[in-house]
């Protein structure tokens, strides 16, 4: 048994987290085990549906090989101008919540923004341009189109709205 990669001294010598779970939860995970095909199924179609609709939207993607039969369980798309916050605030005024997925970054946190550290050039960027979407598995066909049709307004887009969303998320 190990403790965050420590075993018998203080030297790191396998890689270990934070991990700790209570007996409850771990029950709960296992008896999730016999639907995991099923809800990964869910997710691999969702993220099929989202890559397919915001391949016609100009100026966002997806990560690369995001509906490519991976199962994730979030939508992080990156934007190639810093319009994370802009289009936040535009699907906000619509109902549609998001996440800026890394905040601005850890070094802008009230308890690290003291701590030094070294340019953080690959942490603003992400910061400006990755937004987190709603990505949940009773996400239906309208609420899909109502996203990504309010995120292409958001970046000046004029796409027609994706055919078939019920078909794409059935399989």
């Known amino acids: 048994l190990s403790n965050f990669g420590f075993r018998h001294s203080r ?3 396998l890689a270990g987290l934070n991990a700790k779970l209570s007996e409850y939860a771990a029950a709960v995970g296992l008896a999730a ?15 099929q549906a989202y890559a397919a ?8 993607s997806v990560m690369p ?8 369980a979030s939508c992080n798309v990156e934007f190639d101008q810093p319009r994370a916050t802009d289009v936040a605030r535009d699907l906000a005024a619509q109902g ?3 996440r800026h997925w890394w905040a601005q970054g850890c070094h802008r946190q009230r308890a690290f923004a003291s701590c030094p550290r070294t340019e953080l050039a690959a942490t603003e ?3 400006g341009h990755t937004l987190a979407l709603p990505f949940h598995l009773r996400l239906g066909p309208a609420a899909l189109n109502r996203i990504i049709m309010t995120l292409a307004a958001s970046l000046g887009a004029n796409i027609e709205a994706p055919e078939d969303m019920a078909a794409a998320l059935a399989g």
Do not use: M, N
């Not at 085990?33 to 691999?44: E, F, N, S």
């Not at 609709?53 to 966002?60: M, R, T």
């Open 33 to 47: 085990l016999d639907a995991w095909p099923i809800v990964r199924t869910g997710y691999v179609r969702l993220g």
């Open 11 to 13: 030297e790191a010598d």
């Open 96 to 98: 549609i919540e998001s």
């Open 53 to 60: 609709a915001l391949s016609a939207v100009a100026g966002v």
């Open 65 to 72: 090989g995001f509906g490519e039969g991976w199962a994730g």
């Open 125 to 127: 960027h992400l910061a």
